[in-house]
């Protein structure tokens, strides 16, 4: 008798229910058909076809991008008694023959292979003459210029459905708006798949945001507020992680940094080290945390803005697997809007690619400056209908207070055109402050003398009435 999927839960993963959707996605794949499943990170979107992957004959051939996400979803399955293996540009001429052997054998239940691997000469071929039962394309939004993070060879895939018509294939994302999950269907020869929506809603992680000012400091106050517990910082740039880690150090905090320029073995000592709790803060570039499953991350934060929503829910999705009470934390300075949109200027990608990167970026700040429920910002960017605020972002437990700012918006611009546009934003604070500041004084001394009004003209009330320069 082959066993249920409930029994392939229990027996290979030890878990006694699916979680919502699980069961209907696999239904439906064992029953032949294609599906686009879209569920945040952390929601088990690998079960939904490493299940049908164990319940079906032959094999299942799953397309990913990332050799380190390859390599952990492989070691856990082996750990959990799935024959499975990876093909990637990582292993040597011998490895690589050994799994083709286990291939052909039919002793492999599932293959990964990276899009570059797939398209590498006879590949294809080789796989046309295999038993393949299905297709599971993980990180699917890479197919889509739409998505953020688009790769060429994933252009390619539609091959596979036209070589294997009648193959399910099943497209994974943690990632997409509606345009971006259209253009994966289409680019995937699947436009008429099923979709399974999972809520993207993680209630138990808060929400908050922070002007990017004293940033060390509060984070060791935010830590010290949050003792023994586990926390990722994100940092823009390989420097910033090494900077940050040291003052974190510095401060008595178990903090580690990692990023990509790292030799592999430190890089593996310092994610086990962070994984066995023997460091409690990892300061880290995006580099980290594919794949990584600690489900007891109680916070993460970011030091500097991420450059797209889908990115800052897939790093923020991190903290709380576990479903208990997590917090994250975003600083946030115009400054980095400034660099990113730098970035993408001179990038070499191609000028309607950075459009879209330019309006993803302008998504990103929405959420930064938002003056209502942050959640509703970011679930509404998944196409998420939400009637009720979360009570459980900065907004909600804070709310900006509103009162009418006409008249200091007046004063500033009179200052400004009184100043002929000439002096920065602090000598003009201290202006409208009526400050003694001595340059102040110097440089507008001969007007003080020549009219004494100078000090106060620019805060008292009644003569802004008569000023000819308000507006
Ligand atoms: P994703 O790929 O969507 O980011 P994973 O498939 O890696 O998520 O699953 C995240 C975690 O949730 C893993 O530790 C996984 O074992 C666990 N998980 C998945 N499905 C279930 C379930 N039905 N019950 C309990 N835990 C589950
Ligand atoms: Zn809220």
Redesign the pocket.
């Known amino acids: 008798m082959p066993l249920t999927k409930e029994q392939v839960?229990k027996q290979y993963?030890g878990?006694?229910?699916?979680?919502p959707l699980?069961a209907d996605i696999i239904d439906w794949v064992l029953y032949g058909q294609d599906a686009m499943v879209l569920?945040?990170?952390?929601?088990?979107?690998?079960?939904?076809f490493?299940i049908p992957a164990l319940m079906m004959q032959g094999l299942t051939l799953v397309i990913s991008p990332l050799i380190a996400l390859m390599h952990d979803?492989v070691q856990?399955l082996k750990a959990n008694g799935i024959p499975a293996e990876y093909l990637n540009s990582s292993l040597s001429g011998q490895q690589q023959s050994a799994i083709e052997r286990q291939v052909r054998a039919g002793e492999l239940k599932l293959l990964y292979i990276s899009p570059e691997k797939l398209f590498t000469q006879g590949y294809l071929d080789w796989i046309k003459s295999l038993n393949i039962s299905l297709f599971a394309i993980?990180e699917s939004h890479c197919v889509s210029t739409w998505g953020h993070d688009f790769r060429p060879e994933y252009t390619q895939l539609h091959v596979l459905k036209e070589a294997f018509p009648n193959v399910p294939m099943i497209a994974?994302t943690?990632t997409a708006d509606r345009v971006t999950r259209k253009d994966i269907l289409s680019q995937l020869g699947i436009p008429e798949a099923r979709t399974f929506i999972s809520s993207f809603d993680r209630p138990n992680l808060s929400l908050s945001v922070l002007p990017g000012r004293n940033r060390i400091k509060i984070i060791q106050n935010f830590i010290a507020d949050h003792p023994r517990q586990s926390g990722i910082i994100y940092c823009l740039s390989r420097k910033n992680t090494e900077t940050v880690a040291e003052a974190l150090q510095k401060a008595g905090i178990k903090a580690s940094y990692y990023h990509a320029g790292m030799p592999a073995a430190e890089r593996a000592r310092v994610q086990d080290a962070f994984i066995r709790d023997d460091v409690q803060v990892i300061v880290a570039t995006i580099a980290f945390g594919m794949?990584i499953?600690k489900?007891n991350v109680r916070w993460v934060i970011h030091y500097s803005m991420p450059s797209n929503v889908e990115s800052f829910y897939q790093e923020i999705?991190r903290a709380g697997?576990d479903g208990v009470k997590s917090d994250t934390l975003l600083f946030y300075t115009y400054q980095d809007v400034l660099l990113r949109k730098d970035m993408i200027a001179t990038s070499e990608l191609p000028e309607e690619m950075k459009e879209v990167q330019n309006a993803k970026l302008d998504r990103m700040k929405q959420y930064a400056e938002a003056e209502i429920c942050r959640r509703r910002i970011l679930l509404s960017y998944f196409n998420e209908e939400v009637t009720k605020d979360c009570g459980n972002c900065d907004v909600c437990k804070n709310p900006p207070m509103r009162f009418d700012a006409t008249l200091y918006a007046q004063k500033a611009l009179s200052a400004i055109a009184r100043t002929n546009e000439k002096v920065a934003m602090g000598m003009l604070i201290d202006i409208l402050r009526g400050s003694n500041n001595k340059r102040i004084i110097d440089l507008w001394s001969w007007q003080r003398t020549q009219n004494r009004r100078m000090g106060r003209l620019f805060t008292t009330n009644a003569q802004f009435g008569r000023d000819g320069y308000c507006l």
Do not use: I
């Not at 569920?39 to 939904?48: A, V, Y």
């Open positions: 839960l993963y878990y006694d229910k699916f979680r699980q569920m945040p990170t952390g929601g088990g979107k690998s079960l939904c490493q979803q856990a993980d994974l943690a794949g499953d489900s999705g697997r």
